[in-house]
Every structure is written in C-alpha cells, then in structure tokens.
C-alpha cells in the first residue's frame, strides 16, 4: 500500500512538473527581460506550450512543427515587421456589411476594403483580418490591432484552434460559428508571426 501511495505522490509530481514548465520559463524570461517587456517571455511560453501540450496543436505533431521550424528560420533572417489595422460592421446583423484594413510598413499604407450583402458583424471582423493577412506576400512579424473580441479572444486564448480540434464544436458543444472563415485565419496565423491586439471600439486610435 506505502508502494503505491508512493508512487501516485510520484506520478503527480511528475504531471505538475509537466504542466508547470513553459509557466516557469516565461516567469524566469520575464524576470531576465524585464525591460524589454513581456514579448520575449510571451514566445518562450508559447513555444514550450506548443510543444509540450497537445490541446494546443492545431494539426499533428509532425506536421506543424516543420512549419513552426520554417517560421522560426525565416524569423533568424530577419522578417519585416508590419502593422495592420482592421474593422468590419453589419447593419442588421445578419444583414448587409462591410469590412476595411490598413496595412503600414515603414512609410509604405495600404488600404483594403470590402462588402457583402448578406453577412453578419463578426464575418466581417474575420474577414478584414483574413484579407490583410492574406495580401502579405511573405512570412512576415505583424501587429495586428482589432476592436473584435470575438477575434482576438479566440486567437490569443486558444479557442479557434480548440474548435477546430474538436471537429469545429465549441467547449459547450454548440457547433463553433464560421469554420470556414476561423480555417482560413488559423492557417494564416501558423505562416505568420502574429502579435494581437484589442483596441476599443471607436477609440481615439488615428487608424
């Protein structure tokens, strides 16, 4: 009984340490790179999350590890950095809508824009993301700001990539809304670096 007991305290151990690890190193990074902000320490949790953690993988091992390993090489060589804004809107949800995106690179702006008849809001917040993305013709380090939760959210906390994981069926068992859409940006977002942001709606932002 002692052999067992012993061994079950053993296996937790072992599972906490597990799923401490990448927590651990962002906390040491973080500590190391104070001044620098928390991007540094943000990658390294990501990095070992992504690789210790298999909810997270959005395809199988053997598959997304070569593309992270491409992205990290092109990375070493330097990618350009690039800003994009977007927003999109419907009236009447669903009903007619729009979508816009400014793309910005060093002194360089473009503006891209567009429409459907019949769509909803958050359609069109995906699909201003997808457009601006998709018109990046190289891996490239984007700053991507968004007034959408609904974007941002499901990115940065794992959702979209959990959907689709679980066959586009959200946590509650509801199918999980716009798959097409949400399969689009998440391939988007493995060949692309993506830092997102969340900015009010109609905030003082000049973009």
């Known amino acids: ?76 060589k330097g990618m350009k950095t690039v800003t994009i804004y977007t927003d999109g809107a419907c009236s009447g949800n669903p009903g007619p809508g729009g979508w816009g995106a400014i793309l910005e690179y060093g002194q360089f702006r473009k503006e891209l824009s567009g429409g459907e008849a019949h769509t909803t809001n958050n359609r069109m917040e995906l699909t201003g993301v997808i457009s601006a993305l998709e018109a990046l013709k190289e891996p490239c380090m984007v700053e991507l700001w968004s007034d959408s939760k609904y974007v941002i ?33 998440l391939a988007l977002c493995d060949y692309h670096t993506v830092r997102l942001h969340w900015v009010k709606g109609h905030a003082d932002n000049p973009n």
């Open 1 to 76: 009984m002692d052999l067992l007991v012993t061994i079950g305290a053993i296996l937790v151990a072992a599972l906490l340490f597990y799923l401490s690890i990448p927590v651990l190193l962002f906390l040491l990074v973080d500590a190391l790179f104070r001044f620098r902000g928390s991007r540094d320490a943000d990658r390294v949790f990501d990095f070992f999350a992504d690789l210790l953690y298999p909810w997270r993988w959005d395809a199988p091992f053997w598959v997304s590890w070569p593309r992270k390993w491409r992205r990290w090489r092109q990375r070493k």
């Open 153 to 185: 959210d499901a990115l940065q906390k794992g959702w979209a990539k959990g959907w689709k994981a679980r066959g586009w069926v959200k946590a509650d068992k509801k199918p999980a809304l716009n798959p097409d859409l949400w399969d689009r940006l």
